[in-house]
């Protein structure tokens, strides 16, 4: 008999199909009017291989304690039962408190974790380290970490980046034109850190376009910019934003659109920054023919956007991925400028956003009442890093460094407890990190699954020591491969046909048409995995597997055309010499 336990996640809520005490299946929250097809894979990952079943030690410290530090990321992990794993943390913890004391504990645990009220380990983890005494936090995130330690300087808080924004039926009604730097892709909006009841966005495009609000998509991806808008695609050079948004705050400057007023009441600075975009600072006027040679826009195409912005109420839109790089701040803080110079801010519908399109719920109305939550627990140590100097803090203890107008030193961690994320998947640099992760004497991780070898945490090492026996001829071609390297996938074949066998070859020869239908490959479309078929037109993903277990994946943004096969996936065993 089946049975419906409603639960929650971050991509929405739904109810858990349970036979026998097994999660078989899901059905969406009843409410929700448009459910995120992630849910599904819920089962799957609830009772996957992966799942750590125990507690599981490092083999090098069973045996030898914190001195086993060189065996790091190379030994298996031995399972033991709970008790024997609550007695070895509580034990290392009062090891390191009595002699290093609460500085050498880092217990930030930058990360989303589980959903809900109890269950987010984060605070968890806080509210535990503070009883026990003080711990090294974290603060900012990867998120917006840039943004939530520049706004505040610029316009007293970061609500303008964290939320609630103005709400999109707020611009559907009063607006009339929305400027999308990095554009709101509506994929990202199936993701709110906790879960969200109702995905509305569906709802706020609909009303956007019948608001006959006109969108415009200023990125290097054309899909960034949400189908139900039809909005206009303006093709920018990466990184290149701050170029344009001078540019526009140029051209509302010379031909006498910007709002003086505004600029004289509510801001300050302002002849200061003008010197610089004038040209006066430094010779350069920052106009739209310096720009389009920057940026790639055509200096016509800027001209004209910046007079569309000043005739029209407009919303001049960021993402947060535009401050994420070195100077990030930039991008952001053009923005408020060209914001002020059309002095829309506070006005219904115009002004300026960071975040439409990041996540879900950043642009809806607040909730009516405050959702309760985990009575926090003090820290006594009252002491924090950057969550992106990780790296930087466990090699180099004792140096200073600079972070928000303030010098501090970097403390000597000795133990670092995690709990509901992982930096690996944050962190810049992983190399770096990886090098960094060596140096504590102790790491203790709370995560529910681990890499997938027959119920064990043995393949890392396996997988390291099969790449070390690998010849440098197949080597290269695995590197050829590699998802970093950001090559069109007419790029990629080639590497493959120049590097692989004639059996490859031929292989591919066979199978070039599935190629015919594929356009501009995307960095974010490809990934490594295991497997060794091609999947149909409908999955829209083309997998060839190599002799040595990995699989490579393109993504297109059309179905793949003139496949001839009676079943949806292809077996297809390639090797590489």
């Given at each position: 008999?089946?049975?419906?336990?409603?639960?929650?996640?971050?991509?929405?809520?739904?109810?858990?199909?349970?036979?026998?005490?097994?999660?078989?299946?899901?059905?969406?929250?009843?409410?929700?009017?448009?459910?995120?097809?992630?849910?599904?894979?819920?089962?799957?990952?609830?009772?996957?291989?992966?799942?750590?079943?125990?507690?599981?030690?490092?083999?090098?410290?069973?045996?030898?304690?914190?001195?086993?530090?060189?065996?790091?990321?190379?030994?298996?992990?031995?399972?033991?039962?709970?008790?024997?794993?609550?007695?070895?943390?509580?034990?290392?913890?009062?090891?390191?408190?009595?002699?290093?004391?609460?500085?050498?504990?880092?217990?930030?645990?930058?990360?989303?974790?589980?959903?809900?009220?109890?269950?987010?380990?984060?605070?968890?983890?806080?509210?535990?380290?503070?009883?026990?005494?003080?711990?090294?936090?974290?603060?900012?995130?990867?998120?917006?970490?840039?943004?939530?330690?520049?706004?505040?300087?610029?316009?007293?808080?970061?609500?303008?980046?964290?939320?609630?924004?103005?709400?999109?039926?707020?611009?559907?009604?009063?607006?009339?034109?929305?400027?999308?730097?990095?554009?709101?892709?509506?994929?990202?909006?199936?993701?709110?850190?906790?879960?969200?009841?109702?995905?509305?966005?569906?709802?706020?495009?609909?009303?956007?376009?019948?608001?006959?609000?006109?969108?415009?998509?200023?990125?290097?991806?054309r899909d960034d910019g949400p189908d139900a808008v039809a909005p206009e695609w303006i093709s920018i050079r990466p990184g290149t934003d701050t170029a344009m948004l001078l540019a526009l705050t140029h051209t509302l400057i010379t031909e006498g659109r910007h709002d003086q007023e505004f600029l004289a009441r509510y801001c300050t600075g302002f002849e200061r920054v003008q010197s610089y975009v004038m040209g006066?600072?430094?010779?350069?006027?920052?106009?739209?023919?310096?720009?389009?040679?920057?940026?790639?826009?055509?200096?016509?195409?800027?001209?004209?956007?910046?007079?569309?912005?000043?005739?029209?109420?407009?919303?001049?839109?960021?993402?947060?991925?535009?401050?994420?790089?070195?100077?990030?701040?930039?991008?952001?803080?053009?923005?408020?400028?060209?914001?002020?110079?059309?002095?829309?801010?506070?006005?219904?519908?115009?002004?300026?956003?960071?975040?439409?399109?990041?996540?879900?719920?950043?642009?809806?109305?607040?909730?009516?009442?405050?959702?309760?939550?985990?009575?926090?627990?003090?820290?006594?140590?009252?002491?924090?890093?950057?969550?992106?100097?990780?790296?930087?803090?466990?090699?180099?203890?004792?140096?200073?460094?600079?972070?928000?107008?303030?010098?501090?030193?970097?403390?000597?961690?000795?133990?670092?407890?995690?709990?509901?994320?992982?930096?690996?998947?944050?962190?810049?640099?992983?190399?770096?990190?990886?090098?960094?992760?060596?140096?504590?004497?102790?790491?203790?991780?709370?995560?529910?699954?681990?890499?997938?070898?027959?119920?064990?945490?043995?393949?890392?090492?396996?997988?390291?020591?099969?790449?070390?026996?690998?010849?440098?001829?197949?080597?290269?071609?695995?590197?050829?491969?590699?998802?970093?390297?950001?090559?069109?996938s007419r790029s990629v074949r080639r590497a493959m046909i120049i590097r692989s066998s004639p059996r490859c070859r031929s292989a591919l020869v066979a199978r070039k048409r599935l190629l015919k239908g594929a356009t501009r490959w995307r960095g974010c479309g490809i990934s490594i995995t295991v497997g060794a078929t091609v999947c149909a037109p409908t999955l829209r993903r083309y997998r060839i597997s190599t002799?040595?277990?990995?699989?490579?994946?393109?993504?297109?943004?059309?179905?793949?055309?003139?496949?001839?096969?009676?079943?949806?996936?292809?077996?297809?065993?390639?090797?590489?010499?």
């Amino acid at each position: 008999m089946t049975r419906l336990v409603r639960n929650h996640s971050h991509w929405g809520s739904f109810f858990a199909e349970v036979e026998d005490g097994r999660v078989v299946g899901v059905r969406p929250f009843e409410r929700d009017p448009d459910p995120s097809p992630l849910i599904e894979a819920i089962p799957a990952a609830v009772h996957s291989k992966t799942r750590v079943a125990q507690p599981v030690v490092r083999e090098g410290w069973l045996k030898n304690g914190p001195a086993s530090r060189e065996g790091r990321g190379r030994e298996p992990f031995v399972p033991v039962s709970w008790d024997r794993a609550l007695d070895l943390i509580a034990g290392e913890l009062s090891r390191v408190k009595r002699d290093h004391g609460h500085a050498a504990i880092m217990a930030g645990s930058q990360g989303w974790g589980s959903a809900g009220i109890f269950h987010e380990p984060r605070p968890q983890l806080r509210r535990f380290m503070g009883i026990f005494g003080g711990y090294v936090d974290q603060v900012s995130n990867y998120s917006f970490g840039t943004a939530l330690v520049f706004l505040p300087h610029v316009v007293g808080n970061a609500q303008c980046c964290t939320g609630p924004l103005t709400s999109w039926s707020s611009i559907a009604r009063h607006g009339r034109l929305m400027v999308m730097f990095g554009g709101a892709n509506p994929k990202n909006m199936q993701v709110t850190k906790g879960g969200m009841g109702v995905h509305a966005i569906g709802h706020s495009l609909a009303e956007l376009a019948r608001g006959g609000v006109e969108v415009v998509n200023i990125s290097p991806i054309r899909d960034d910019g949400p189908d139900a808008v039809a909005p206009e695609w303006i093709s920018i050079r990466p990184g290149t934003d701050t170029a344009m948004l001078l540019a526009l705050t140029h051209t509302l400057i010379t031909e006498g659109r910007h709002d003086q007023e505004f600029l004289a009441r509510y801001c300050t600075g302002f002849e200061r920054v003008q010197s610089y975009v004038m040209g006066e600072a430094d010779g350069q006027p920052k106009d739209a023919d310096w720009a389009a040679a920057i940026t790639g826009v055509s200096a016509e195409t800027i001209r004209t956007l910046a007079r569309r912005m000043a005739a029209n109420r407009t919303m001049i839109s960021a993402s947060w991925s535009l401050q994420r790089a070195d100077h990030g701040e930039q991008p952001y803080w053009a923005v408020l400028l060209l914001a002020s110079c059309l002095g829309q801010i506070g006005l219904p519908g115009g002004g300026f956003g960071f975040g439409y399109g990041s996540a879900s719920g950043i642009a809806e109305p607040p909730p009516a009442f405050r959702t309760p939550g985990m009575e926090a627990a003090p820290n006594p140590l009252n002491r924090s890093i950057p969550a992106a100097r990780i790296s930087q803090c466990l090699l180099h203890p004792g140096e200073p460094y600079d972070f928000n107008g303030r010098r501090s030193n970097y403390p000597d961690i000795r133990l670092v407890y995690w709990a509901g994320g992982n930096p690996f998947h944050h962190h810049q640099d992983t190399n770096q990190l990886r090098a960094a992760f060596r140096r504590p004497e102790t790491i203790i991780v709370h995560e529910p699954c681990g890499p997938r070898r027959r119920g064990t945490l043995t393949s890392c090492c396996r997988r390291r020591r099969r790449w070390k026996e690998m010849t440098s001829a197949r080597r290269s071609v695995i590197r050829s491969l590699s998802p970093w390297k950001r090559r069109s996938s007419r790029s990629v074949r080639r590497a493959m046909i120049i590097r692989s066998s004639p059996r490859c070859r031929s292989a591919l020869v066979a199978r070039k048409r599935l190629l015919k239908g594929a356009t501009r490959w995307r960095g974010c479309g490809i990934s490594i995995t295991v497997g060794a078929t091609v999947c149909a037109p409908t999955l829209r993903r083309y997998r060839i597997s190599t002799g040595s277990g990995l699989t490579v994946i393109w993504k297109f943004r059309k179905a793949l055309t003139n496949m001839s096969c009676s079943t949806n996936f292809v077996p297809i065993r390639m090797r590489i010499s």
